[in-house]
C-alpha cells in the first residue's frame, strides 16, 4: 500500500514538478520545446515581472481577506443552524456548473448592457463601468472560492461548544471579545485550512482575470500562458510557474508560523 | 467575598408552545447553599440560564438584591455559572483560564498573578498551572472551572449539574470539597442537579420542581421527611405508598385500614375525617424486621409476611416482605451488627416487621 502512495506522488506530483523545474534552467528553441543546454537567461526576466508578481499578490491577499471574512459567520451561522445539510448543499450546488460558464455569466451581470446596469439605468444612472478591473476579479474570486472557505471553518465550527461562548460572555467578555480571543483561536486549524484553500488558487487564478479583467489586471498565470502559448519561452514559462509555487510556499509557511500558539 | 440574595417572581417561560417555566417563585438567602432538584426536563437548568441571562422569560422577574436583572446581559451579571462539561478555554492553559475574567477587569499583571495563585491554591492545582485543559481528568478540570468564576468575584454562583459527568467515588469527593469551598468563600450557591443524594447531603434549602413547577422548598430534613405530595415522597428517596381508609380517629392517630395490609396506625399531621382516604409514605429504614415476633404494645404496628426478594449492599440488606394480605413492604435493614444481631434473614424466611405510627406521614388526603 505505501508503494501506491509512493507511485500517485511520484507520477502526479515529483515528476510533473521536476520537469517545470529542470525546464526553468535550459534554452527555449523558436517554436516552443527546449534545447538541452543550461542557461539562466530565463529568470533574468525575473525583474521586469515584479509588478505583474506583486499585483497577482495583492488581489488574491485582498480577495482572500475579503472570502474569509464573509465565510466566518457564515460558517458559523451553519453550523448553529437546524437546517445545516440543507444549508451546506447550497454551499456545493454551484459546483454543479462548470466554473468557466459561471464565471462568464458574470461577464453578463456585470457588463455595460447587464442586469445591474439595466437597473442603475431605470434611474439615470451609469452605465458604470463594473467589468475589466481589478474589482470585477477579486469579486469573482470571492465568488468562486467562497465554499472552499466555508467547508473547513463550518468542520472547526462545528466542534466549538456554545458553552465556551457563554461562559465567556458570563465571565464579562464582549460579544467582540468573545469572537476575536475565544471562537477565532478555537478554529485556528480551520481559518489555515480556508486560507490555504482559497489563497493558493486565487495566486494562480487564470480564467477570471483572462474573462474579468482588464489590461491592468492581469495576473501571473495570464503571462505564463502568453508565455507558453502566444511567446513559446517555454523557460520563462517555467522559470514564472517555479515562482509562483515559491510564493505559495512562502505563505503558506509564513501563515502557518503566524498561526501557531503565541 | 458577599453573597447575592435571589429572588424569583413568578417567571414563566416557553419553548415554542411548551411552558418550561410555570409561575416559578424562589426566595434563594444570601449565602444559601441552594438546590434545585428535579428530573431531567423538569425546567431546573432553564431556570438557572434565566438567572444566569442566556434565557430571556416571558413574564415574571428576576431580582438580585433587590433590583431586578432581568435586562442586563449575561456579561454584566454579578453572577457566574459553571456549566456540566466544565466548558474550559480550550485554547488556554489553566492559568490564562483562571486569569481569563481578571484581564477583562483589567487587573496590572501583578495582581493577576497573585489572585491566580491564590484561587490555584484555593483548589489546590498549584502544580498544574502551565498544563492545557485537554491534559486534566474531569474532576480536575471541574475545579478549574470553579476557580475561574469565583475569579470573576461573582456574588451568586450558579452550577449546573457539576458533577454528573465523573464517577460515583470522585462525585462524593468533590460534593464535600464544593461544601467546605462555599463555606470559604461565603457567597450564594445555586446547585442545579437530578441526584437527590447530592442534593439533600450539602445543600441548606432545597427546592424540588416537577414539569415546571416548584413542587417543595425546604430543608433537606423537611422534604425528606414530610414530602408534600406522591411527586415528593417519590423523588425523594425510596418509600412505601399506602392508601388507606380511616376507621377510627384517636387524639394523636389514625387507624387505618388499607387494602393488602390491614389495619394500622398512622400519626395525624393532617385533618381528616372517618371515612376519607388517606395517601400515607413510609421509608424502609424505618421499618424493622426481624425472625422473632416483636411485642406488639398497643401502638406499634406489626405484620407478618414472607421475604420475597433480598438485595445485600453491603451495609445494608433492602428486603421486598409480601404481607399476609399480599402487600409488599420494602424494608432497608442497616447493619450495625449484622452478624451478632441475630439470625440472618433469607429469601423466603417468614419475617416479622414493625414500625412506629409517629414515623409514617400523610402525604395527601385523597377523597372524602
Known amino acids: ?262 | 467575598m458577599i453573597g447575592g440574595e435571589v429572588s424569583i417572581k413568578n417567571v414563566s417561560k416557553f419553548f415554542d408552545d411548551f411552558q418550561v417555566l410555570k409561575n416559578v417563585s424562589l426566595d434563594i438567602k444570601k449565602g444559601e447553599f441552594f438546590s434545585i432538584l428535579g428530573p431531567s426536563g423538569c425546567g431546573k437548568t432553564t431556570l438557572l440560564r434565566v438567572i444566569a441571562g442566556f434565557e430571556g422569560v416571558e413574564s415574571g422577574d428576576v431580582l438580585l438584591d433587590g433590583k431586578s436583572i432581568l435586562n442586563l446581559p449575561p456579561n454584566k451579571r454579578p453572577v457566574n455559572i459553571i456549566f456540566q462539561n466544565y466548558a474550559l478555554f480550550p485554547h488556554l492553559t489553566v492559568f490564562e483560564n483562571i486569569a481569563f475574567p481578571l484581564k477583562l477587569k483589567k487587573l496590572s499583571e501583578n495582581e493577576i498573578n497573585q489572585r491566580v495563585s491564590e484561587l490555584l491554591s484555593l483548589i489546590r492545582m498549584e502544580e498544574h498551572a502551565q498544563k492545557m485543559p485537554s491534559q486534566l481528568s474531569g474532576g480536575q478540570k471541574q475545579r478549574v472551572a470553579i476557580a475561574r468564576a469565583l475569579a470573576n468575584e461573582p456574588r451568586v454562583l450558579l452550577l449546573d449539574e457539576p458533577l454528573s459527568a465523573l464517577d460515583a467515588k470522585l462525585r462524593q469527593e468533590l460534593l464535600v470539597e464544593l461544601d467546605n469551598l462555599h463555606d470559604r468563600v461565603g457567597i450564594t450557591f445555586i446547585y442545579v442537579t437530578h441526584d437527590q443524594a447530592e442534593a439533600i447531603s450539602v445543600s441548606d434549602r432545597v427546592a424540588l420542581m416537577n414539569e415546571g413547577e416548584i413542587v417543595q422548598v425546604g430543608t433537606p430534613y423537611e422534604v425528606y421527611e414530610s414530602p408534600v405530595n406522591v411527586f415528593a415522597a417519590t423523588f425523594i428517596g425510596e418509600t412505601n405508598l399506602m392508601k388507606a381508609e380511616v376507621v377510627e380517629v384517636e387524639d394523636e392517630y389514625y387507624v387505618v385500614e388499607s387494602p393488602g395490609i390491614g389495619q394500622f396506625r398512622c400519626y395525624r399531621d393532617k385533618e381528616a375525617k372517618k371515612g376519607d382516604v388517606l395517601l400515607i409514605t413510609l421509608r424502609p429504614e424505618k421499618i424493622r424486621i426481624s425472625k422473632r415476633e416483636f411485642q406488639s404494645g398497643k401502638i406499634f404496628n406489626v405484620f407478618h409476611g414472607i421475604v420475597e426478594e433480598e438485595i445485600y449492599m453491603g451495609h445494608q440488606t433492602k428486603y421486598f416482605v409480601r404481607l399476609d394480605e399480599g402487600y409488599i413492604m420494602k424494608v432497608y435493614k442497616q447493619h450495625a451488627r449484622y452478624i451478632l444481631d441475630e439470625p440472618i434473614i433469607k429469601w423466603e424466611d417468614e419475617v416479622f416487621i414493625t414500625w412506629n405510627p409517629d414515623d409514617s406521614f400523610i402525604v395527601e388526603v385523597l377523597e372524602e
Open chain 1, 1 to 262: 500500500m505505501k508503494y501506491v502512495y509512493f507511485l500517485w506522488l511520484l507520477f502526479l506530483f515529483i515528476l510533473p514538478i521536476s520537469i517545470v523545474f529542470v525546464y526553468s534552467f535550459l534554452e527555449p528553441q523558436i517554436y516552443g520545446g527546449i534545447k538541452w543546454s543550461f542557461s539562466l537567461e530565463a529568470y533574468s526576466y525575473l525583474p521586469r515581472y515584479l509588478a505583474l508578481i506583486w499585483r497577482s499578490v495583492w488581489i488574491a491577499g485582498v480577495a482572500t481577506f475579503i472570502t474569509l471574512a464573509v465565510a466566518v459567520p457564515v460558517a458559523f451561522y451553519i453550523a448553529r443552524s437546524k437546517l445545516k445539510n440543507f444549508l451546506l448543499l447550497l454551499t456545493v450546488i454551484p459546483f454543479w456548473t462548470n466554473s468557466l460558464i459561471r464565471i462568464y455569466a458574470w461577464k453578463i451581470v456585470l457588463g455595460n448592457n447587464g442586469l445591474i446596469n439595466q437597473f442603475l439605468g431605470l434611474f439615470g444612472i451609469g452605465p458604470v463601468q463594473f467589468l475589466y478591473n481589478s474589482f470585477a476579479v477579486i469579486l469573482v474570486i470571492v465568488y468562486t472560492y467562497l465554499p472552499f472557505a466555508i467547508l473547513p471553518l463550518y468542520a472547526a465550527m462545528e466542534k466549538v461548544e456554545d458553552s465556551i461562548l457563554e461562559v465567556s460572555l458570563d465571565l464579562g467578555a464582549s460579544r467582540m471579545y468573545t469572537f476575536t480571543r475565544v471562537l477565532l483561536p478555537n478554529v485556528r486549524a480551520g481559518l489555515l485550512t480556508a486560507f490555504v484553500f482559497v489563497f493558493i488558487p486565487a495566486l494562480g487564478s487564470y480564467a477570471i482575470p483572462d474573462l474579468v479583467g482588464g489590461v491592468n489586471s492581469k495576473m501571473i498565470g495570464n503571462e505564463i500562458v502568453r508565455q507558453l502559448l502566444t511567446v513559446r519561452n517555454w523557460p520563462v514559462a517555467s522559470a514564472m510557474s517555479n515562482i509562483l509555487t515559491l510564493i505559495a510556499l512562502l505563505s503558506i509557511i509564513f501563515v502557518m508560523k503566524r498561526g501557531e500558539r503565541r
